[in-house]
C-alpha cells in the first residue's frame, strides 16, 4: 500500500511545477505587451486590406494574383512528387546494399584499389618513366658498373649508355661484371675476359640464388646440409669487387663512394646487391622489368649501392636482337610464340633437342607442342598449351636455368666512343694484376657446364638502348614497327611452308574396310585412305645399325 501513496505524492509535485512555470510564462507575456503598448508597436499582425474598390482593373489585378496563387500551390505539388520519389529510391537502394551484404561493399572498395594500383603501375612501367630513373641513377653514382650476361655479353652492351658515361662531365668510373659464368663452358668464359678486359676493366661474378630475408634467417636453424655451392646460395667474385670498390674510397675524404648498377633487364643487377649485401634487399625474380625505380642500398660505412631499371631498347634493333634478350616480349610488342620463333632460328637444332630432350622438328610450333606435353601443359580436351611453353621457355632463356653461349667474334679495333687513353684512364687507380688474381681465383672455384651440352648461337652485336626522354618513340610509330615485323615474319611463314610442301612425306596407303551394312541389295563400300606420317617420333624408330643409333630420353648435363 506504500507504493501508490509515493506515486500520488509526486503526481501532486510534477502538478505543482507546472502551474508555476504556467504563472511565470503569462506574467512575462503580460510584460511585453505593456512595453508594446509603451513604445506604440501592435504585436498582432495587419491584416491584408486588399485591394480597395477605387482602384482601376481591381478585376484583373485579382484575376493575376489568383493565377498565380494556383501556380505555386501546382509548383509545391510537383517538388512534393519529386522528393517523395527521390526517398523512395534511396530505400531501394538502400535494401539492395543491405541484402547484398557487407561483402559487396568490400568488393566494390577492393575493386577500386585495383583499378587505382594498375593505374600507378602502368606510369611506373612506362618507358619514359624507366629512362628518367636510369639517367638519376646515372647522374647519383660516382662508379658505374654495368652487368652483361656471361652467354651473350655482346649483346647485353648498350653502345649509347657506355658514351654517356664516358664523355660525362663528372669523370665517372665504367666497370664491366660478368654474371652468370656458372651457365657458360669455362673455355668460352675465358676468352670473352680477354675480350672484354681489352676494353674496360672486367669482373666475374655468379649471383646468389637463394639470398633470404632478414627475418627468414633468424628462424632458420644452423643445420649442417651438403649444397652444391656452385649453384646454390654461396655467390663468387664478391670479395674482389668489395676490394676494388673499396680501394676506389679515398682515406683522407669522408664522402661515401656511390656505385649505380645499369644493364638491360633480366642480367642479374638487383641480385648482385643482394649477394653483396647477404641480404634479399632488392625484389628478383624470373619475371622481366621487376625494378622500376632507382634504390639505394647501404654496402659498407663508405660503399652505397644504387639499384635502377633495365634499359629500354631502341625500336631501330633488328627483330632476332630483340627476341635474344625477349625485350619484346616485356614491352608487350611481340608474343611469346614469335619470341620463340626467332630464338630458335638462330639457335643450333641438335643442341636444343638434347638440352630439351624433344625429338626432331620442322617448326617452332611443333616444337612447342612436344616441349608443352614433356611438361604437361595441356588445356581443356587434352590440347597442348603453347603460349605456357613459350614463356617458360623464355623464361629458361633469360633467368638463371638454361645452359647456352655464344661464339667471341674477332676483335675489329675498340669502338667509336673509346680510344687508348680512355681505357688506359679506366684501369688508372685500379690494381689490375689483383683483378685478374681474384678473376682466375672465381674460376677455379666455379663448377661450368660442359661445351657438348651448352647451346650455341652467333650473338648480333651490341643492343641500341634509349636514353633520352626525348629520343622515345611515339605510340603511332611503335605501330607501324609492330605491323611491318608482323608482314614479314607472315611472309616468313609462307615461304617455310611452300618448301614444305616441296618435299612429300612418304605416304604408306593401307585400305580400310568399312562394316557391311545390313539390309538387301547393299554391298560392303571399301575405301582407300592415304594415312601420312608427319613429325614421327625418333623414339619409337628403331635403327639396324647399333653404332648411329641415339636415345633422345638420356639428359645430359
Known amino acids: 500500500m506504500k507504493r501508490p501513496k509515493l506515486k500520488k505524492a509526486s503526481k501532486r509535485v510534477s502538478c505543482a511545477k507546472r502551474f508555476k512555470i504556467q504563472k511565470k510564462v503569462r506574467e512575462h507575456n503580460r510584460k511585453l505587451r505593456k512595453d508594446a503598448k509603451k513604445k506604440g508597436i501592435s504585436r498582432k499582425p495587419k ?38 520519389e527521390e526517398k523512395k529510391r534511396k530505400k531501394e537502394k538502400e535494401a539492395a546494399s543491405d541484402e547484398a551484404g557487407p561483402a559487396a561493399k568490400k568488393a566494390k572498395k577492393v575493386e577500386k584499389a585495383k583499378v587505382a594500383k594498375a593505374a600507378a603501375a602502368k606510369e611506373k612501367n612506362s618507358k619514359t618513366f624507366r629512362c628518367s630513373e636510369l639517367n638519376k641513377v646515372i647522374e647519383a653514382s660516382d662508379v658505374i658498373l654495368e652487368v652483361l650476361d656471361a652467354r651473350d655479353p655482346l649483346g647485353c652492351r648498350c653502345p649509347q649508355l657506355e658514351e654517356t658515361i664516358l664523355k660525362h662531365e663528372g669523370k665517372k668510373k665504367l666497370l664491366f661484371i660478368l654474371n652468370k659464368i656458372d651457365l657458360v663452358p669455362k ?138 634478350r625477349s625485350l619484346e616480349v616485356e614491352d608487350n610488342e611481340k608474343s611469346p610464340l614469335d619470341a620463340v620463333n626467332t630464338l630458335l632460328k638462330q639457335c643450333n637444332q641438335q643442341h636444343i633437342m638434347l638440352q630439351y630432350n624433344v625429338p626432331d622438328y620442322r617448326n617452332s610450333l611443333e616444337f612447342l607442342t612436344t616441349f608443352a606435353k614433356k611438361r604437361g601443359f595441356l588445356q581443356k580436351g587434352g590440347i597442348p598449351n603453347t603460349e605456357l611453353a613459350a614463356t617458360t621457355f623464355l623464361g629458361d632463356w633469360t633467368g638463371a636455368k638454361l645452359s647456352y653461349h655464344c661464339r667471341v667474334p674477332e676483335r675489329q679495333g675498340l669502338p667509336s666512343y673509346l680510344s687508348d687513353a680512355i681505357v688506359t684512364d679506366l684501369q688508372s687507380g685500379l690494381n689490375m694484376d689483383k683483378v685478374r688474381r681474384g678473376n682466375e681465383d672465381v674460376i677455379k672455384s666455379v663448377r661450368f657446364p660442359n661445351l657438348a651440352s651448352s647451346i650455341s648461337f652467333n650473338s648480333k652485336g651490341p643492343t641500341a638502348g634509349v636514353l633520352k626522354v626525348s629520343e622515345m618513340p611515339t605510340e603511332k610509330q611503335t605501330a607501324v614497327k609492330m605491323t611491318t615485323t608482323t608482314e614479314v615474319e607472315k611472309m616468313d611463314t609462307v615461304s617455310n611452308t611452300e618448301a614444305e610442301v616441296e618435299t612429300p612425306a612418304l605416304t604408306p596407303e593401307t585400305q580400310i574396310q568399312k562394316p557391311t551394312q545390313k539390309g538387301k541389295g547393299k554391298k560392303p563400300v571399301e575405301k582407300a585412305v592415304k594415312i601420312v606420317t608427319i613429325n614421327t617420333d625418333l623414339t619409337s624408330i628403331q635403327l639396324n645399325s647399333n653404332e648411329d643409333a641415339y636415345d633422345f630420353n638420356t639428359d645430359f648435363v
Open 47 to 84: 491584416k491584408d486590406v486588399g485591394v480597395p474598390n477605387s482602384a482601376p482593373f481591381k478585376e484583373e489585378v485579382l484575376r493575376e494574383a489568383e493565377h498565380r496563387k494556383q501556380e505555386l500551390e501546382a509548383q509545391k505539388q510537383q517538388n512534393k512528387v519529386v522528393k517523395q
Open 187 to 324: 673455355e668460352n668464359l675465358e676468352k670473352w675476359l680477354r675480350y672484354l678486359e681489352a676494353e674496360c676493366p672486367t669482373f666475374v661474378f655468379k649471383a646468389a640464388t637463394q639470398v633470404q630475408d632478414r627475418t627468414v634467417q633468424q628462424k632458420k636453424q644452423s643445420v649442417a646440409i651438403s649444397v652444391d655451392h656452385s649453384r646454390a646460395a654461396v655467390c663468387f667474385g664478391s670479395s674482389s669487387l668489395l676490394q676494388t670498390l673499396s680501394d676506389m674510397v679515398s682515406k683522407d675524404e669522408e664522402k661515401m663512394l656511390k656505385v649505380g648498377v645499369v644493364g638491360f633487364p633480366n642480367v642479374g643487377k638487383s641480385s648482385i646487391i643482394n649477394s653483396l649485401k647477404e641480404i634479399r634487399a632488392c625484389n628478383v625474380g624470373v619475371q622481366r622489368g621487376l625494378t622500376r625505380c632507382m634504390q639505394e642500398v647501404h654496402i659498407s660505412k663508405k660503399v652505397k649501392m644504387i639499384d635502377s631499371p633495365g634499359i629500354v631498347a631502341a625500336p631501330s634493333n633488328p627483330g632476332d636482337v630483340m627476341a635474344l
